[in-house]
């Protein structure tokens, strides 16, 4: 592996949960894909087509969604539920009760704000505000196995999300600043509509969520190391397991690992790169 890598990154750099989750992950996968910008010589994960397959529908719902909710007609959208997983996924959003009656609703929104030595930003897949009581952030999710909250609950983006609503969010709220009392993150599950995760959030988490973003953005641009994983299940799905010699065959995408305390990449990449990737 070469040793001349390049270690500093660019202060235009803007942090987001995903490149957050891939330090946190893996230092080296972090250097590989934000500052050396190393196209992924690996595949992921095995099956290809079908994770490929999988990205595209999940994308496609997310679009469903997003456009129902600005008030496209159902019968419209129906239409594009061309497979089976589409069909199931759209039937159980539209039979589950959100509950959004008179909340100020913003979809594929982007909120950023400095943090630290750079800025963060996040893109939501709907942020739904009922002035004065209440913030809820939804992200939809697609994955096959519902993922254990205790493991949803330390993403960077259940971190990240709330957090820069809270610091960032006061024009959503007719510019007043959005308590953190009234955050609260829903991850919806298409496959499970009537189980979906609630985070709700409080001024000492956002204090700490606050201060730790902040003190890793500052300790990731400080950094001239970025050592490799210790954890080598890590490598299992990662695209730059040739180049760090840690295999060469992709993993088997098995969503059972989901919620797993010792990997977790599949589902970083293969479902939480979506809302990124795709708005
Ligand atoms: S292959 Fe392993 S060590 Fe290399 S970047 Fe990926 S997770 Fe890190």
Known sequence: MPDDLKSELAPSFIFSQ????????????????????????SVE??????????????QLFHRMVQQH??????????RLANSADLSRWWENYLGYKFELDGYTQSTELTLSAPCGSHRLLAKY???AILSGRKALIFDWKTSHKRPRDEWMAVRMQTRVYRALLVQAGSYLNGAAPIPPEQVEMVYWYA?????????????AQYKRDWDALMGLINEISNHRHFPLADDEKKCAFCPYRS????GVKAGVLDE???GMETTGTDFNL?????AEIEF
Request: proline share 9%; aromatic share 14%; hydrophobic share 30%.
């Open 18 to 41: 995903s490149s957050l989750q891939d330090y946190f992950d893996c230092p080296r996968r972090f250097q590989l894909r934000y500052i050396e910008h190393l196209a992924w010589p």
């Open 45 to 58: 994960t095995e099956p290809v087509q079908e994770n490929e397959h999988r990205q595209q529908e999940g």
């Open 69 to 78: 909710l600005v008030g496209l007609p159902v019968e419209k959208l129906t």
């Open 125 to 127: 897949d709907l942020v």
């Open 191 to 203: 496959d499970f509509p009537s189980e979906p995760t609630r985070f709700p959030y409080n001024a």
């Open 243 to 246: 180049y760090c010699n840690r």
């Open 256 to 258: 059972s690992d989901l």
């Open 270 to 274: 293969n479902f939480e790169q979506i």
